[in-house]
């Protein structure tokens, strides 16, 4: 990608992006409140999309972070395991057993 010439517009919308993300990082706050103030408007006005949003969030936590989740203790037991059955007695052990 580095040799292919990107255009003055492709240019324009890559630094477009990079400006708004370094902007929201600056003012996480003000976007913090912005988010919450979208929910609480959806949750009192349109009660069926704020459920569906609860119900996507439900959904994504049930099948990828609590897979993810478990993929990590699992992943951790197997490391710990592993080097329970691998640890070096020292010299004094050794010759105490």
Do not use: F, G
Not at 7 to 17: D, F, G, N, Q
Not at 24 to 30: C, I, K, L
Not at 53 to 68: D, I, S, W
């Amino acid at each position: 990608m580095e040799n292919e010439k990107i255009t003055a517009a492709e240019k324009h919308y890559k630094s477009h992006r990079k400006s708004v993300k370094e902007w929201q990082a600056r003012n996480a706050d003000r976007i913090r409140e912005t988010s919450l103030a979208y929910q609480q408007k959806m949750k009192t006005e349109r009660p069926e999309q704020y459920a569906a949003m609860l119900l996507r969030k439900k959904t994504y936590y049930e099948n990828v972070v609590k897979a993810r989740n478990e993929k990590k203790k699992q992943d951790l037991k197997a490391y710990y395991k592993s080097i329970e059955t691998e640890t070096p007695k020292c010299h004094n052990e050794a010759q105490q057993t």
